[in-house]
Structure formats: C-alpha cells, structure tokens
C-alpha cells in the first residue's frame, strides 16, 4: 500500500511538472514562431514598427517581455530580430525555476 501511494506521488508531480513545462514551452514556440514571421516579412517597416508588432505578440501570447531586451539587426535585405526573456515556472508545487528563453530569427 504504501509503495503505492508513493508510485502515486511521483507519477502526480511528473504529470504536475509536464503540465506547467509543456505549456511554457508551447506559449514560447508559438511566440518564436511569430516573430520569426514578422522578420520574414518586415519589408520597409522601421525598427520601431517592428520592436511595437514584436511586443503585441508577447502580450498576445502572454510572453513577460521587455522592450529593452528587443534587438532588431539589418544586414542587406535581410532582418534579424532577437529578443531575450526569463519566466518563472512552477516545476512542482513549493517549487519553482526560472528559465531563460531566447528568440532568434536568421
């Protein structure tokens, strides 16, 4: 009995830690995704145009992004965009990691 509510616990905090990691991971695909877009497509939209579209998307997908830690680099035609961000992420209940995610578009 008591191997098995302990079976119990560990298979609850993997499905706990998967839940919440899984859907951190997913916002931040989804996130990079839109941004790699936006610099396929930037056409003549200035750097301010572009850092603006990049935050809506943070906000749109709930990505804690700060405008200061958004990087829009040209080089001939071509526009790379770079934004950095840390989020807080309940790994198991009492704890919790901050992770640092990157974005960049080549």
């Known amino acids: 009995m008591f191997k098995k509510l302990i079976s119990l616990a560990i298979f609850l905090g993997i499905a706990y830690a998967t839940v919440n990691v899984g859907a951190v991971y997913i916002r931040y695909q989804q996130f990079k995704d839109a941004v790699h877009e936006t610099a396929l ?21 709930n990505v804690p992004l700060d405008p200061e830690y958004v990087h829009i680099e040209r080089v001939a035609d071509r526009v790379t965009i770079t934004a950095s961000y840390v989020e807080t992420i309940k790994v198991l209940p009492g704890y919790q990691r901050q992770w640092q995610f990157d974005v960049v578009t080549r």
């Not at 497509?41 to 997908?61: I, P, S, W």
């Open 41 to 61: 497509f930037a056409g003549n939209k200035t750097d301010e145009q572009l850092t603006a579209r990049v935050m809506e998307l943070a906000h749109r997908d």
